[in-house]
């Protein structure tokens, strides 16, 4: 028997996969999560992002079976936080510095929340990919910016406030689209920071 009899399904498939260089891999990530900001999950097609990047749908088709199962993926290929590097040698300015790296992305990031709202809540694969994207890498940088705050001794360990940061910082992030008809930019995050977050935590 050949080593080619004896590949398998997974194998044949794997050969398949790895003729996609990981840029080109990207590309297409990029393409079906920008369709889904603008068109609104529902509306994005395999065959639309094939169009939009210049290959058949069938190359779709063969590396990820479903527009769920693509989408994950391309959820998936994100998990880095914006915060990472950020070290000021203050917690204060640390969290300014969050908070402008947060206003980069706000609006790419929000869009991309909303558009995929509804379809959320009727696939929890999708759900889980969409917080490990967007979600717990940015929790968990924020998190290790406010204990290397308490490791320098600025801020007492047990601080009550400690445990709201992070939802004041997104949960801002994600109201004033609601409230005030705008993103969240940079600008507004730093002052948001300067009047409600440095406070709680007794800072200046």
Sequence with gaps: MTSQAADGPETVAASRRSKITPEREQEFFDAVLEQVRECGYEAVTMEGVAASTRCSKSTLYRQWKTKPQFVVAALR??????????DTGTLADDLREAARAAGRWSM?????????????????????????????????????????????????????????????????????????????????????????????????
């Excluded at 994100?78 to 915060?83: E, G, N, P, T, Y």
């Excluded at 790419?108 to 809540?121: F, I, M, N, P, W």
């Design 108 to 204: 790419h990031d929000t869009k991309l929340l909303q558009a995929l709202g509804h379809a959320v809540t009727q696939d929890a694969e999708l759900a889980q990919a969409l917080r490990e994207a967007l979600v717990e890498p940015e929790i968990a940088a924020l998190r290790h910016i406010l204990q290397r705050g308490v490791d320098r001794g600025e801020i007492a360990t047990g601080h009550p406030a400690l445990e709201y940061i992070p939802a004041q910082m997104f949960g801002v992030i994600r109201a004033r689209p609601v409230v005030d008809g705008k993103y969240a930019d940079p600008d507004y995050l730093v002052r948001f920071v300067e009047a409600a977050v440095l406070p709680a935590l007794g800072l200046t």
């Design 77 to 86: 290929s994100r998990r880095r936080s914006k915060f990472d590097g950020i």
